[in-house]
């Protein structure tokens, strides 16, 4: 980022800082195609919010945007004596990946490491990582830390995943077919439904957290997962993705990871951000548009039951379904009701 970038930062974030967390919705909505500046105003207002709110001095989050961090591992270098750095494959708000080779496994695998003003709690991260095994999440491995005089640097190493995410696809070809959304939406259900059967919550299911990778579809990064029903901390996600009741500081299930997923499929198949003020008019297959309506459900409890049903509305495709699929319209407030008669369609 340029020094203008980092400066707009340090504004937007001294303004929300003011703000209840509703407020800050808001304003964050405001800029929310700036993905970049949003992730960094998010990493730094839960940091302020680790530090118990309003401080009458600077936090060292905010100090840290007069000199923006920079690739702190540089290819051919060791940590901890196993690994060589490969390249960097990726910068974001809260850290840096890189692949790396692993001497001692024989195998090219994937680096995590925070930025220095980040507390990465990467041990919750691989303790919830690790109880979900599938072909579509990424494979987390263990804990490391590599020592450079008197400092330590905590590292996370996980499971190569090479390839693009679906943010960088839709970038480059906009919407996708529906019948190649539909590949990539089966897989990254089932690997949903396997986060949800382990009783952990995603809370960042993005585009960006999602890899296509040849014909695999791989959900990637647990640093913002949560045991299902557990308390309600700092506002944590990608603001556009976030579930109602995540913005309104509740008590999160995996019903909120069934919203974002709605707002996915949405994305895939149309191209546009989901707006869920608005009555979405989209030329979709009539399933598509159910599917859609019954995980973007504003009332939890009109919401999907699990992500298995999503999957089963998408690949519906009995007769009935097809007599309707000259309506245009797909209205969150009627979703769930919708969806359970297309379930019967199905069934008969």
């Known amino acids: 980022m340029t020094p203008d970038h980092w400066e707009r930062?340090?504004?937007?974030?001294?303004?929300?800082?003011?703000?209840p967390l509703a407020d800050r919705a808001l304003v964050l909505s405001e800029i929310a195609e700036e993905t970049d500046i949003v992730t960094e105003v998010e990493r730094l207002l839960r940091k302020d919010s680790e530090a118990q709110g309003f401080l009458d001095e600077t936090p060292d989050a905010v100090k840290e945007l007069r000199s923006p961090p920079k690739a702190r591992l540089m290819p051919g270098e060791h940590l901890a004596n196993r690994?060589?750095?490969?390249?960097q494959l990726g910068k974001g708000g809260m850290g840096e990946v890189y692949s790396a080779y692993d001497e001692r496994a024989y195998e090219e695998i994937a680096i995590k490491i925070s930025h220095s003003a980040v507390a990465a709690d990467y041990g919750l991260e691989l303790l919830l990582g690790r109880q979900v095994t599938h072909p579509a999440v990424?494979?987390?491995?263990?804990?490391g830390q590599h020592k450079v005089g008197s400092e330590s640097?905590?590292?996370?190493?996980?499971e190569l995943v090479e390839g693009?995410?679906?943010?960088?696809?839709?970038?480059?070809?906009?919407?996708?077919?529906i019948d190649e959304a539909t590949r990539i939406a089966e897989q990254l259900i089932h690997g949903l439904s396997a986060i949800h059967r382990a009783g952990i919550v995603h809370r960042d299911l993005t585009p960006f957290n999602?890899?296509?990778?040849?014909?695999?579809?791989?959900?990637?990064?647990?640093?913002?997962?949560?045991?299902?029903?557990?308390?309600?901390?700092?506002?944590?996600?990608?603001?556009?993705?976030?579930?109602?009741?995540?913005?309104?500081?509740?008590l999160v299930s995996a019903s909120a990871d069934l919203f974002t997923l709605g707002v996915v499929l949405h994305e895939?198949?149309?191209?546009?951000p989901y707006d869920r003020h608005r009555r979405q008019e989209f030329s979709l297959p009539h399933n598509w548009r159910l599917a859609i309506s019954v995980a973007c459900e504003i009332d939890v409890s009109q919401r999907a039951d699990s992500a298995a049903q999503v999957l089963q509305i998408l690949t519906c495709q009995g007769r009935k379904t097809r007599r309707k699929s000259d309506?245009?319209?797909?209205?969150p407030s009627r979703g769930h009701r919708q969806a359970n008669r297309l379930t019967q369609f199905r069934l008969q």
């Open 9 to 19: 930062i340090l504004e937007i974030f001294e303004r929300c800082q003011a703000l």
């Open 83 to 87: 690994f060589t750095i490969r390249r």
């Open 138 to 143: 990424c494979r987390l491995y263990d804990l």
């Open 153 to 158: 640097l905590d590292f996370l190493t996980m």
């Open 164 to 177: 693009e995410t679906l943010a960088e696809r839709l970038r480059r070809t906009g919407p996708l077919p």
């Open 210 to 250: 999602i890899i296509l990778s040849g014909n695999r579809v791989v959900i990637v990064d647990f640093g913002r997962a949560a045991r299902e029903s557990e308390k309600p901390g700092p506002l944590m996600g990608t603001l556009d993705y976030l579930a109602p009741e995540q913005l309104r500081g509740e």
């Open 268 to 272: 895939m198949a149309t191209g546009k």
């Open 327 to 331: 309506s245009r319209f797909y209205a």
